[in-house]
Nanobody, 118 residues
């Protein structure tokens, strides 16, 4: 059974920082592209950042220079370090695991709420 369990969300003031974690089980973690997505109220889910099995990263323009995605294959965990948070970063953040093999495998976590407010 595949599980992606996010943690680290919460309430933070503008300019503050949070680190999200996503612990994966039931998959060969090292071969998956891992990503973070977010969904704000009334909006579609959007890509925040991804990291490939080889460590290459990709970011949404609005978070470049503020967010850093990383992975620890030994711990089957992906992280999202979020600095200089803004109110517009408020959303539910979802962890994603994607494998583009012979059969595509795509898994989601349950989400963790991030609220940026004074």
């Amino acid at each position: 059974q595949v599980q992606l369990v996010e943690s680290g969300g919460g309430l933070v003031q503008p300019g503050g920082s949070l680190r999200l974690s996503c612990a994966a089980s039931g998959i060969i973690f090292s071969i998956y592209v891992m990503g973070w997505y977010r969904q704000a109220p009334g909006k579609q889910r959007e890509l925040v950042a991804t990291v490939t099995s080889g460590g290459s990263t990709n970011y949404q323009d609005s978070v470049k220079g503020r967010f850093t995605i990383s992975r620890d294959n030994a711990k089957n965990t992906v992280y999202l370090q979020m600095n200089n948070l803004k109110p517009e970063d408020t959303a539910v953040y979802y962890c994603n695991a994607l494998w583009l093999g012979i059969q595509t495998r795509n898994y989601w976590g349950q989400g963790t709420q991030v609220t940026v407010s004074s």
